[in-house]
Structure formats: C-alpha cells, structure tokens
C-alpha cells in the first residue's frame, strides 16, 4: 500500500517577500510533492489564523519557523504511513489535532501546507493529473465534463493599497465573451498592456501593486470604471460583449460608523439602505457583471435588500462576508445574502473544508470563485483546483508578475491537455443580461 | 536505453504579460519535465534572436507561435529516439538545424526551451537532483562541496526602466556576509522591506517595476546609494561587512558620441576617463564590491581604461559586451577587459554554449554571476544552474514577485537538502 513516508516544512518566501511555509510530502514508493502556502493582506476577522513568530528579530516578526516546526514535530508523527489518498481523514486529523476553531493552535499555514502536499503526492501515486485527482474529492456528478475558469484579472487598484482618489478596491477585466481560456488570456492581457501605453507618460509611473495591477492617480471611481472600458475598445475588443467588468469594492475597508464613505474621491457618505440605487447607476451606466463585497462583512443587514433588489442582474460574491466558511455561507444562503462566494482555500485551512464549501454553494446555486491571495507563491494549486471544481470563474490577479501569471500558465497547459473536453467558463456565466451587452459608445 | 519520445511546445506568458515558449519533454519510460524562456528587456545587439511573430492582431506582435511551431514541427521530429542524456548532441544538432550565427531562424526562445526541458528530462531520468546533474555536465567535481550563489539584488531602479532622475539602472544589495544562502535571503528580504517603509516615509511611491525594485522619484544617483545604505543600516545590518552593493549602471543606455551623458540627473558630459574616476570615486565613498556594465559596450577603450584602473579592487561584471557568448567573451579576455561575467542562457541559446562560456570564464580566472531577464517565469532553472556550476553568484531580482522569489525559495530547498555539503558562496 502506498503510504506517507516523510513529511517535511520549510520557511520559504512569498511574492511580497514575507515568510511563508512550504511543505514536501514523501511517499514509501519514491515518490515527492510539495506545495506552498499563500498569505492575505486584508485578513478577514472570521478567518482561519496564519501562525507567525512574533520574534521581531527575524522578519520583523513575520517568520513562520514555529508553524515549520508544527508541520515537522506535531503533524508529519501522525501522518506516517496513512495513505495519501485519505485526504478526509488526513484533514480531519489535522483539525482535530488542532482542536481550535480557527486553526490558531497549529496554524492554517502548517495544516493548508501538509493538505495540499498531500493532494498532490496522492496525483503523482495514482498517475493523474491534479485536476483529475482533485475532482475525485470533490465530489461532483461524473457527467460534469472538464469546465476552464473564466479569469477576473485585476488590473486597476484602488482603495487602501493605492495611494489615489479612488475607493473601490480592485477593477478587475473579465473576458466572459471569448471562446476559449487561451483567448480569454489574450484578451485580457492585450488589454493590460494598451492601459500602460495608455498611462505611460515621462512623469507617470506605471510600476505595480502586490497583484500586479496598476494604482494611476485618477479623479474617482467613475474614472477608473471609464478608463478600463476605454482600455477594452482600444486593444479592440467589444466591451460588455468580449470584456465585461468585474469590481472588488471591499466595503468593509470604507464603512465607517454606519455608513459607507466614499473618503478618497469626493467624501460622499452613503447609508446602507442606498448602496442598492448606488450599484444599481453604476451597472446601468459601466458594464459591470460582477460585484465583490460590495457591502462591509458586518452590515448582514443590508446585504439581504441588496441581493433582492441586484441579485438577477450582477453577480454579488461574498469574500470578507463568507471567509470560505461553510458555517458562515449556510447562514448566508439561509438569509438570501448575495449569491456568489470567492473561494481561498487558506480562509478555511484544508481542502476538504474548501469542497466542503463549494459543495454547500453548489447545492443552493451560488456561483463559485476560486481565489489566490496577495501573498501568493510559484504554486499553481488554484489552477487545478479550479477545473476540478468546474468553478467556471478564478481570480488570480493581473497579467504580470508569475505568482499571478503561474496560474494562467498552469490553465493554458490544462486546456492544451484536455483538447476538445475542456469547455471555456466564460459561456456559462448567467449574469448576462440583455440590456448590459449594448456597446457603449466611444 | 532512455530516449526522447516526445516535444512539445506551447504558448505561455512571462512576468510582463507576454508570450514566451514552454517546452514539455516525454521520455520513453514515462518520465516528463519542462522548461519556461526567459526574455530580455534590453536585448544586447550580438544576442542570439527571440523569434517574434510580428503579426499585430496578436499580442501587438509579439506572439511566439512560430518559435512553437519550429519546436513541434522541426526540433522534436530531429530529436525524437535520442538519448536525453546526449546534451551536448543535441544541443549540436540544434544549432545545425538553425543554421545561423545567432539562431534567428528556429529561434533562440524555441532552441533553449528543449535544450533546458532535455537536461531536466536527463536529470529526473538519473534520479539525481538538476544541480546534480548540471555539476556532471559542467565536469566538476562530485565530491567537491557544493557553492550556494551570494545573490546581488536589484532593489533600486534609475535609468531607461524608471520615470525619476536617477541614471545608472539598478542598485543591489550583496549580502556577502551572511553565514548562509537562508540568512542571506533575509537579510536581503528585511532591508527591502525596510527601504520600503523609507520610502513611504518621505512620501515616496513603492510600487514596483519588472524585476521587482522601486523606483522612487530621486534627484540623483548618489542619493539612490545613499537611500539604500540607510536602510541596510536601519534593518539592522554593517553595511560593506554583511551587506555590500553592487550598481549595473548599464552604462549603454547613455553613451553617446564616446561621451556618457547623465541625461536623467545633472545633464553633464563625461568622458571615459572621467567615468573611471567618477567609479573610483564611488568606491573610496562607498561599500561596492561589483560593478556591472560599467562602460559602454561599444567603448572598448574605455572598458580598458577601467579594467586597468578599477580591476584589482572590485568585480568588474561584463553583460552587453559580453553576451555570455564564448567568441566575442574571448576576444573580451585576450583585451584584458573586466573581471567577471553575466551569464544569461538566453543569450546564447543551448545549455551547452552556456556551459562552454562558464568554463571559459573559470580557465581565464573571471568570476561568473548567474542571470535571470527582466521577462521571466516561474522557471527556477537557473537556481540549479548557478549551484551545479559552482558560479558563486546569482543575480535575480529584487525580493519580492514570484518570478523572482521561486528562484530563492529553490536555493533555500537546495541548501537544506544538501546540508553540510553546501556552504554559501560569500565575496567573490
């Protein structure tokens, strides 16, 4: 029987530079896997707890020697000789081994690290790709056939990681309308580089953020959603149509004592029951199909007239709001609050956890969005997770820097592999209303 | 007998958002690796050529379908039944396949992505680790311990890849004193971050440019040094004793007419001489310890002068004048010019001539540094290649973006593998 033989951390270093944890799993047969794990920068307070040193020292405090020790010392003893193909229990064992709700004991960097490793030393046994083994975790219909992920590619940022007057957090490029994931890439990245050529100039700086995207100062929101549709028509595509838009606004990060406000552009304050009509001018007027965390994690309230007033036209996800949390999305499917979830499988801990989830939004036909980090790694994970999952949409940042660009490179060699199985996501994107495919004009 | 059942290329992207060749290798016992191109921002003009499509409706142009198609179409039916372990054979063949001087008809991007898939095919078919395999290759020593690279990283930007009044391109950290390859990476990683929170003090910008560094609105280049030294400080660090510098002025980009004009900062003229005594100057103020592309690569007077003047006091590192190409290198040697060189596998295109040149370098008592593009991947090939070599230096960005990082995270998995029979590589 195939068995875990060795189990092993390292401290590695993210794509900001920070410490993070890399585990290597070890087969009785030869054979070796490792993964790396991703960090958030916005940490939402109902999510699993990344384990840190603390010793200012070393990395200002950021170094993960402690959860490396988790891994190695606590974890890898109760992991020998399991098989690798027991992720459940594996998973399981961890979290039990943990014992606290929020991974804080053992940290959700060791526990994601040795899951993910051992996932795909598990593919490697059996001779299957990633995506094909994780599928068979995941637990979908077998009739579902091979679906490859429509991409948010976020190229315009605002909010607190740009120093400009623009509040939303990220403007994301959504090529829903090519036919395949190869061109949906080269449609978003043809997009990417005509918005440098567009913001060039000798005093403009178009160095980028964490993700990759670009922070321009610009006036507002409104400018930003016009420059990314005027980006689209120049690099020649049919905005709405080929490229639609997808908004990240982490409301959470701008409500403020009740009330959402707009502090970086002109200072509006917008009360929660008048978010709907704000969202509604704005899907009226920008080709935005998708909304993220439009509204704060803690305003429940307001999220509910919201999805009742936007739900059948925009899709509204749920990132700070759910944490990947099946406990928390039950409760929100419960209230009818938004009907999208982004998807981090190290908001949870374990990748049983993070299908778990999926499954649960599944059933109630919320769509599902797999999702990097701001800290990521050279893993692609994500890629295969996401066509295991037929997710159907990823987020993974812009067209530039490889943490980001890895998982485009990853999907393109999935695509190329599954020929004619693989079906493009972006076909099956149901928030296409007739009324936002008219072509704005230019 | 292990041979080469299947290439196949394909059309990926690098760290800018263009299209670069990925090359997968099978072998006939079921054995696969791949390989990603690296690509050039300033292409040095004897550099062995990127095959672009130049069809404008694709990527502007700069699509690479051909160099994919040259891979399917003429490379793999060439190679198909070899050994993977003929590199030296294949790599041949290639370039006879090519026929040309700088490899512009397969295409350098097509060339070295099977060159560097057949190598990490050969070295999974051994069951030996890649540095391993490369050290076989390279004829070294097997018992020899093995040199992890002292990384120069780029952490400050001037010159043509930054909006600011800084001339000279890129500004390192060299953390030559640390104890290990891992201590070194964070002494790197926490002066980074420390520069970084300088520069938000002043009310600087600190997004990044494609290797990664900052490129901050300076006035000029002597504050760009200074700016990083107080950081190393404030990190924590004895600048010159554990973490020295190394500058790539890069100074091609503004010789012009035998003069070096600082078009970006005061404006002024130099001539050659002046620019030796401006570095000597430099180097009297300053704790630099290597200096890239100090001179133009057409001036080779002034490479002279400077190699004469500067040569027995810092590593004088060869790039553009160089090209990693082992004929114009020698040419470089026999003229007594620099001390040192940049080795790029894409310049010259096969893991072979790479390796050719690296010998050559040793032979002539030149240091060697190990070099990433600015449009890279997540490819930690030259991670392996620096450690199978023994270079002793690498030289691959900044410390953070992870077509950067993945080549340190591989160095940090080589070093503990290893254990005591690696020891980090220091001053050169």
Not at chain 2, 146 to 157: D, G, W
Not at chain 2, 262 to 287: A, C, D, N, Q
Not at chain 2, 327 to 335: L, Y
Request: proline share 4%; charged share 25%.
């Amino acid at each position: 029987m195939t068995k875990i033989h060795k189990i092993n951390a390292l401290e590695i270093l993210d794509s900001r530079g920070n410490p993070t944890v890399m585990v290597s799993v070890a087969l009785n047969n030869g054979i070796t896997a490792s993964a790396c794990v991703p960090s958030g920068a916005s940490t939402g307070i109902r999510e699993a707890v990344e384990l840190r040193d603390g010793d200012a020292k070393r990395y200002g405090g950021k170094g993960v020697l402690k959860a490396v020790a988790n891994v190695n010392q606590l974890i890898a003893p109760k992991l020998k000789g399991k098989s690798p193909h027991a992720q459940k229990e594996i998973d399981a064992l961890m979290c039990e081994l943990d014992s606290t709700e929020n991974k804080s004991k053992l940290g959700a960097n060791a526990i994601l690290g040795v899951s993910m490793a051992v996932a795909r030393a598990a593919a490697l046994a059996a001779g299957h790709p990633l995506y094909r083994h994780l599928r068979s975790l995941a637990e979908l219909p077998s009739e579902a056939g091979w679906v490859l992920p429509a991409p948010m590619v976020n190229i315009l940022n605002g909010g607190r990681h740009a120093a400009n007057n623009v509040d939303f957090q990220e403007f994301m490029v959504f090529p829903i309308g090519a036919p395949t994931f190869k061109e949906a890439l080269r449609y978003a990245a043809e997009t990417f580089q005509t918005l440098k050529e567009m913001l060039q100039t000798p005093t403009r700086t178009t160095a980028v953020g964490d993700e990759g995207g670009f922070a321009p100062d610009l006036e507002g929101n409104e400018e930003a959603l016009a420059m990314l549709v005027r980006a689209i028509a120049r690099a020649g595509f049919d905005p709405g149509r080929q490229i639609a838009l997808a908004l990240d606004a982490a409301a959470s990060e701008f409500f403020e004592g009740g009330e959402y406000v707009l502090s970086k552009s002109d200072g509006t304050r917008i009360l929660p029951a008048a978010m709907a009509a704000f969202y509604g001018d704005l899907i009226n007027d920008y080709p935005i199909f998708s909304i993220e965390d439009a509204l704060a994690e803690n305003d429940w309230e307001a999220w509910k007239p919201l999805t009742r007033r936007l739900g059948d036209r925009v899709q509204l996800v749920g990132d700070d709001l759910f944490t990947t949390n099946a406990s928390v999305l039950a409760r929100g499917i419960q209230e009818g609050i938004a009907n999208a979830i982004l998807i981090k499988p190290n908001q949870i801990g374990t990748l049983s956890e993070t299908f778990e989830a999926m499954a649960m939004a599944r059933k109630a036909g919320y769509a599902t969005i797999i999702s990097h980090r701001a800290g990521e790694t050279e893993d692609t994970f994500i890629a295969d997770l996401s066509v295991a999952t037929n997710s159907g949409q990823i987020k993974t940042g812009s067209v530039c820097r490889s943490e980001r660009t890895a998982k485009y490179n990853r999907l393109l060699a999935i695509e190329h592999e599954l020929g004619d199985q693989a079906q493009y996501g972006g076909a099956l994107f149901r928030f296409t209303s007739k009324d936002k495919q008219s072509t704005p004009s230019n | 007998m292990t041979t080469l059942q299947k290439i196949t290329a394909l059309e990926i992207l690098d760290s800018r958002g263009n299209p670069t060749v990925m090359v997968s290798v099978a072998l006939n016992n079921g054995i696969t690796a791949s390989a990603c191109v690296p690509s050039g921002a300033s292409t040095g003009i004897r550099e062995a050529v990127e095959l672009r499509d130049g069809d404008a409706k694709r990527y502007g142009g700069k699509g690479v379908l051909k160099a994919v198609a040259n891979v399917n179409q003429l490379i793999a039916p060439k190679l198909k039944g070899k050994s993977p372990h003929a590199q030296k054979e294949i790599d041949a063949l290639m370039c006879e396949l090519d026929g040309t001087e700088n490899k512009s008809k397969l295409g350098a991007n097509a060339i070295l992505g099977v060159s560097m898939a057949v190598c990490r095919a050969a070295a999974l078919d051994l069951g030996i680790p890649l540095y391993a395999y490369i050290r076989k290759l390279h004829g070294g020593k097997a018992a020899a311990p093995y040199i992890l690279p002292a990384p120069q990283m780029n952490v400050l930007n001037g010159g043509a890849h930054a909006t600011n009044n800084v001339d000279f391109q890129e500004f390192m950290l060299f953390p030559i004193g640390a104890p290990t390859f891992a201590e070194a990476l964070r002494y790197g990683a926490e002066t980074f971050h420390t520069l970084k929170k300088l520069l938000q003090k002043r009310g600087l910008v600190t997004s990044v440019g494609d290797e990664g560094g900052f490129a901050p609105n300076l006035k000029n280049n002597e504050e760009a040094v200074e700016l990083i030294l107080e950081a190393i400080r404030e990190a924590g660090y004895e600048d010159g004793k554990q973490i020295a510098l190394a500058i790539d002025p890069a100074a091609s980009e503004f010789y012009e007419d035998g003069y070096y004009v600082f078009k970006k900062s005061s404006g002024m003229r130099r001539h050659p001489i002046e620019m030796v005594e401006l570095y000597s100057r430099w180097i009297e103020r300053y704790p630099i310890l290597s200096l890239e592309d100090g001179m133009g690569e057409e001036d080779r007077e002034g490479w002279k002068a400077l190699t004469n003047a500067l040569g027995n006091k810092l590593q004088l590192v060869g790039d553009d004048n160089f090209v990693t190409n082992p004929k114009i290198f020698a040419e470089g040697i026999r003229d007594g010019i620099a001390n040192a060189i940049l080795i790029k596998l894409n310049q010259i295109g096969t893991v072979s001539e790479t390796l050719e040149t690296v010998a050559m370098a040793e032979k002539a008592g030149y240091c060697t540094v190990i070099s990433h593009r600015s449009g890279e991947t997540e490819d930690a090939f030259i991670a392996d290649f620096a450690v199978g070599t023994g270079a002793g230096q690498i030289k691959t960005g900044s410390l953070c973006r992870s077509e950067r990082i993945a080549k340190y995270n591989r160095l940090l998995a080589i070093e503990k593998e290893l254990g005591k029979k690696g020891r980090y590589g220091g001053k050169p």
